[in-house]
């Protein structure tokens, strides 16, 4: 079963930072794009960002843009999500995902990791 690992998550004051990491163990994904989105209670799941098999190309939310900093290590079989200038709105389960070359939508998701900002 393909498995996805987030870790990272915890609580933070508003403005401070939080580096979320998300790891395939026993499955290489160097050549599937990737992605984290987040959700917070009794809301939809989100976007956040996305990043291309090599780390050339990324996408953002609006909500996120200039503070959230996607990227992979192939080699480590790793994406990470940096997350500065957090805000109380930024709190969430931020889940890691991934998905084959060939399709839009993305397939393996892992179980999440919190994210709680206080005032």
């Known amino acids: 079963q393909v498995q996805l690992v987030e870790s990272g998550g915890g609580s933070v004051q508003a403005g401070g930072s939080l580096r979320l990491s998300c790891v395939t163990p026993?499955?290489?994904?160097?050549?599937?794009?990737m992605a984290w989105f987040r959700q917070a209670p009794g809301k939809e799941r989100d976007f956040v960002a996305s990043i291309n098999w090599n780390g050339v190309t990324t996408n953002y939310a609006d909500s996120v843009k200039g503070r959230f900093t996607i990227s992979r290590d192939n080699a480590k079989n790793t994406m990470y999500l940096q997350m500065n200038s957090l805000k109380r709105e930024d709190a969430a389960v931020y889940y890691c995902?991934?998905?084959?070359?060939?399709?839009?939508?993305?397939?393996?998701w892992g179980r999440g990791t919190q994210v709680t900002v206080s005032s």
């Open positions: 026993g499955r290489t994904f160097d050549y599937y794009p």
């Open positions: 995902a991934a998905r084959r070359p060939t399709t839009p939508r993305y397939e393996y």
